[in-house]
C-alpha cells in the first residue's frame, strides 16, 4: 500500500491525541491493480471499545460505516491503525488473534515509548505469521 506522509501524520496525530488509551482507525484505499499498488486516499478514527492502555477493538458500528462510505467512493479497507502506549509497534499476541477478523488487511501500530519521536511500522498479519512490510510513502 502506498500511503502520504499527510495521511501517516494523521495517523499519527490521532495516536498522540488519544495518548492515554490505544487510538485506533482505518485506511481507505483505492485497490490495487496488476499496474499499481492499493493507495490509501483517507484515515477514518474509530472509537476503541475497550478504552484501554493496553488492548484495542475497533467499534463495530465505526467499521460498518467506514466500509459503506468507502464503498460508495469506490475504495476498501487497506489497512487497521492502532497505536502502542508505551512499547515498540511491533503487534502482540492480542493484535495477532484479533486480525483474524480482517483478513488482507495491513496493520499500522504507532509506537509512542518515546512520544516526541513515534515510530510507525506495518504488517500483513496471515494464518497467526507476522511479516513487516514497508510503508511506501508517496505525495499527496
Known amino acids: 500500500m502506498e500511503i502520504s506522509q ?3 501524520d494523521e495517523i499519527v496525530a490521532h495516536a498522540r491525541e488519544e495518548y492515554d488509551k490505544e487510538c485506533c482507525g482505518v485506511v481507505a484505499v483505492i485497490p490495487a491493480t496488476d499496474e499499481e499498488p492499493a493507495r490509501a ?4 478514527r474509530t472509537r ?9 477493538e475497533v467499534d463495530g458500528k465505526d467499521a460498518v460505516k ?8 469506490g475504495w476498501e479497507i487497506g489497512a487497521i491503525y ?3 502506549t508505551h512499547t515498540e509497534p511491533r503487534p502482540s499476541q ?3 488473534n484479533f486480525s483474524r477478523e480482517w483478513p488482507g488487511v495491513e496493520w499500522i501500530i504507532v509506537g509512542l515509548a518515546d512520544f516526541d519521536r513515534p515510530e510507525v511500522r506495518s504488517y500483513l498479519i496471515e494464518g497467526g505469521q507476522v511479516r513487516e512490510v514497508q ?3 508517496v505525495a499527496a
Not at 41 to 44: A, I, L, Y
Not at 48 to 56: D, E
Request: glycine share 0%; aromatic share 6%; proline share 0%.
Open 66 to 73: 467506514a466500509i459503506l462510505d468507502f464503498e460508495r467512493a
Open 41 to 44: 486516499t483517507q484515515v477514518r
Open 94 to 96: 492480542t493484535d495477532v
Open 135 to 137: 510503508i511506501s510513502q
Open 48 to 56: 476503541n471499545v475497550h478504552a484501554s492502555s493496553k488492548r484495542f
Open 6 to 8: 499527510e495521511l501517516l
Open 82 to 84: 492502532h497505536s502502542h
